[in-house]
Nanobody
Framework: QVQLVESGGGLVQPGGSLRLSCVGS????????MGWFRQVPGKEHEDREF???????????RYAESVQGRFTFSRDTSKNTVFLQMNSLKPEDTGVYYC????????????????????WGQGTQVTVSS
């Protein structure tokens, strides 16, 4: 069973950047479908928005259209950590960002469905405002 801890959130002006980190413990994150989701203001926890995910078997990955070209996923296997680099941030990117992991290699259609992920971090707040 894997435990996830996110960090790196904060307050940033529009156009700014942040890098979120998600550290895993208890198991190797390389073996899991890894996802990033966000809960935006006014939405319920069950309605977390898909941001990014990657399949551990074939490396296929998917970004939400709203973040394509602005957000970039990376990982440091030696530190069992995944990252989400967020550039050109917009006010609509505001929300609580969650790292998620699932031991099943999820395909491109399934990987965007939050309810399929077994393990979640506690979330980190990102606020984009002037």
């Amino acid at each position: 069973q894997v435990q996830l801890v996110e960090s790196g959130g904060g307050l940033v002006q529009p156009g700014g950047s942040l890098r979120l980190s998600c550290v895993g413990s208890g198991d190797t994150l390389d073996y899991y479908t890894m996802g990033w989701f966000r809960q935006v203001p006014g939405k319920e926890h069950e309605d977390r928005e898909f941001v990014f995910a990657i399949n551990p078997s074939d490396g296929s990955q998917r970004y939400a259209e709203s973040v394509q070209g602005r957000f970039t996923f990376s990982r440091d296997t030696s530190k069992n950590t995944v990252f989400l680099q967020m550039n050109s941030l917009k006010p609509e990117d505001t929300g609580v960002y969650y790292c998620a992991a699932d031991p099943v290699p999820l395909g491109r259609q399934l990987m965007k469905k939050a309810h399929l992920y077994d393990f979640w971090g506690q979330g980190t707040q990102v606020t984009v405002s002037s």
